[in-house]
């Protein structure tokens, strides 16, 4: 037999074609060495370019997979994805703080999906007032750009979003470049831990869109959180991998590509991360 692998406890909504949501996440989180116990929060009707209707799961059904999940495993880490009512977010935060009680340092990585990536809505409620529960559960928020200027006041800079996320839980946030239009993707990497510092990876943009990226990209920090690795080593490891799958990602129909998680993450050694600076 091999070694006991540690567990992420995953709440996201179900993808039919298989590149994003609970799929994206199973096989994200078991590249990085840890297993997916996964709660479905919403059936979607989607491809791999358009959402065409979500279907929230009841909340009384989200709160029982997961209790049972609870009750029979070690939790190590929680990834969230879309969870598409306001009911199923409230339903989700006291869940984790159940599992505070027991855990207090409990890491919970939220991905704070507010539409898909061509603009479709994924929750019946408004969007943001839909996540606002998980906010304050979350200790890593990993927004891309346009989801970091409807969650924070408008004409902040990118240090300021990042603070403006800080409170309840959350110490950390990765604020993702893929929005962006320079020729690198930047992720900055904002923490308010020992002190409040940022953090900067430089990837180079590829010239395809993809389906499921952002679920990737979470999953794998969870991952690797579950596995006992540093935040720092934690983000560095998952963006490398991530890169890697959207290298390798191949085509199932016209328009966006699907990630290929399927290998093992690589080990990070040594940490390249571009720049820190110390913000005072």
């Known amino acids: 037999m091999t ?17 994003a949501g609970i799929q994206a996440d199973i096989e994200a989180i078991a590249a990085q060495g840890a297993h997916a116990l996964t709660v479905i929060t919403s059936l979607t009707v989607q491809d791999n370019n358009q959402v065409h209707a979500v279907h929230p799961v009841a ?44 855990n207090p340092d409990l890491s919970v990585v939220l991905d704070p999906v507010l539409s898909s990536g061509h603009g479709h809505k ?18 890593l928020i990993t927004p891309n750009l346009p989801e970091a200027m409807r969650l924070a006041p408008h004409g902040l800079t990118a240090a300021q979003q990042a603070t403006s996320l800080f409170g309840g839980a959350c110490r950390d946030v990765l604020l993702k470049g893929g929005h962006g239009q320079e020729q690198q993707v930047c992720n900055r990497w904002f923490s308010q831990r020992a002190q409040f510092f940022e953090l900067t990876w430089n990837w180079p943009r590829l010239s395809f869109e993809f389906h499921g990226s952002g679920c990737t990209l979470a999953a794998a920090i969870a991952g690797q959180l579950a596995c006992g690795h540093s935040m720092e080593k934690s983000l560095h490891a998952a963006q490398s991998y991530t890169q890697l799958s959207l290298e390798r990602a191949y085509p199932i129909a016209v328009g966006q590509l699907i990630p290929q998680r399927h290998f093992v993450a690589p080990k990070i050694n040594s940490l390249e991360s571009d720049d820190r600076e110390t913000i005072r």
Do not use: M, W, Y
């Open 59 to 102: 909340p009384d059904i989200v709160s029982a997979q997961a209790q049972n999940l609870i009750k029979h495993f070690t939790v190590n880490v929680v990834k969230l994805g879309i969870v598409g009512s306001l009911e199923n977010a409230l339903v989700i935060a006291s869940l984790i703080s159940e599992l505070r009680s027991k």
């Open 122 to 139: 994924l929750a019946l409620d408004d969007a943001v007032l839909a996540i606002a529960p998980l906010l304050e559960v979350a200790t």
């Open 3 to 19: 070694a006991q692998r540690p567990c992420v406890l995953v709440f996201a909504g179900h993808d039919p074609s298989g590149g």
